[in-house]
């Protein structure tokens, strides 16, 4: 620890309030307009002008210890945990909602070096410790958090790292931003590609439906005992977009797999497809011999009629988008049935043409993976940039020339 550098608890240098436990905030307090009620949401993406919930006088009155000021810090305290977002001046007046905390920087730290810490390896780190909770994690009571503890530096080398951190972090998130956009630009460019060829067709070119082309099934919509092993059992969680993935499976019985496979006789060439929630319509090939059983996936028989890879950039376009959109069904668990997908219909090229399409699309495609693999490495690089600067700022590490340091590892 540097000179003059002092050990402090959290609880020594913010006053703490949680908010409302959730029977004090319930939806019938909820009006149309009022006083703002702040959430995660707030908190996570750092925006304070979106506001769903409002209260009346009446109540704001009753919750006013968890109203908000302007300088105080808001943190998630659920699901999303450890999400910070300093309080900016002229926001609508308000409460915190049972999901936030609010930490009042007292005299002896700046907020902004509060919240820089906050994002720091330091506190987060010690924020998943601290935490309370299985598959949704919950942050740990606020006694617990007064107790974590910081090194504080005076407030005039608090604002010096905070100048630094501010002009370094403008970098990289503008080195974040433009790598962001460089990926969906790659994206896009296949896409367009790809939707073009199904758009614009040559000579030839005839509409068929799928079920005229190839055999079209379905596999079980049984839920079947799990086994802790034996034969894979498939379902839309397992159709990737580049590909088919056996993580995560559950098993079944071979008795129940020979049920199922009368059904659905998958094999080495066929192509499957999700039938059912926010990936129906996402294709692979069956690429591997193995066997396996399906559910909530439809099953397109290899077939002479048309070239596989055909077919399944055809199914990855958007014109086939546009139609598993149209044709399904379902509220909550929207789904394309069995006859809609026999009836789906497939632009399909004259078959001498089909292999040079593919050729062409998978040099773009194959180019556009080098390339989003390459703007995926940058954006891991700089976030870890980011950490590594957090790090050295709140060990007293930081130097003035850490700018430079930043502006030569964003051009390398």
């Not at 591997?288 to 028989?301: A, D, H, Q, Y």
């Amino acid at each position: 620890m540097r000179e003059g550098w002092e050990i402090k608890t959290l609880g020594s240098l913010c006053d703490f309030v949680r908010g409302p436990f959730g029977g004090s905030l319930k939806k019938s307090c909820f009006k149309t307009s009022g006083y703002a009620v702040y959430e995660q949401q707030h908190a996570i993406y750092d925006q304070f002008e979106d506001i769903r919930y409002f209260i009346d006088e009446s109540k704001y009155r009753e919750m006013k210890r968890f109203e908000l000021f302007p300088r105080d810090l808001i943190m998630s305290c659920s699901g999303t945990m450890g999400k910070v977002a300093i309080v900016p001046d002229g926001i609508p007046k308000g409460i915190i909602n049972q999901a936030l905390l609010k930490l009042s920087p007292r005299k002896d730290i700046f907020a902004d070096f509060l919240k820089y810490w906050m994002n720091s390896p330091n506190f987060q780190n010690e924020l998943i410790k601290l935490s309370q909770g299985v598959a949704i994690k919950n942050v740990a009571s606020v006694k617990v958090l007064k107790e974590i503890q910081i090194y504080l530096p005076p407030l005039p080398e608090q604002k010096r790292i905070v100048a630094i951190l501010d002009e370094a972090f403008e970098g990289i998130d503008s080195a974040i931003a433009n790598t962001q956009k460089n990926l969906t630009n790659s994206r896009e460019l296949f896409e367009s590609y790809l939707n073009n060829i199904f758009t614009q067709k040559g000579d030839g070119w005839v509409e068929k439906k799928l079920g005229d082309i190839s055999e079209v099934k379905d596999g079980t919509h049984d839920s079947p005992k799990y086994e802790e092993s034996g034969i894979p059992f498939i379902t839309q969680k397992n159709i990737r977009e580049n590909g088919l993935t056996f993580e995560n499976i559950k098993f079944i019985s071979p008795s129940d797999h020979e049920k199922f496979y009368s059904r659905s006789n998958v094999a080495f060439g066929d192509i499957i497809i999700s039938m059912i929630g926010a990936n129906r319509g996402m294709a692979c090939i069956v690429d591997t011999e193995r066997i396996f059983s399906i559910k909530n996936v439809g099953l397109i028989k290899a077939s002479e009629n048309i070239n596989r890879y055909f077919l399944l950039y055809f199914l990855k376009s958007k014109k086939a988008k546009i139609y598993v959109e149209s044709a399904s069904r379902g509220g909550a668990q929207p789904f394309i049935g069995l006859g809609k997908l026999r009836e789906f219909p497939v632009s399909v090229a004259p078959q001498d043409s089909q292999a040079t399409i593919i050729t062409k699309l998978d040099e773009l495609y194959n180019e556009t993976q080098r390339l989003e693999t390459i703007y995926r490495q940058k954006l891991t690089a700089l976030k870890e940039l980011k950490q590594s600067i957090l790090q050295k700022a709140f060990t007293g590490e930081l130097t003035a020339d850490t700018s430079k340091t930043v502006k030569e590892k964003i051009a390398a």
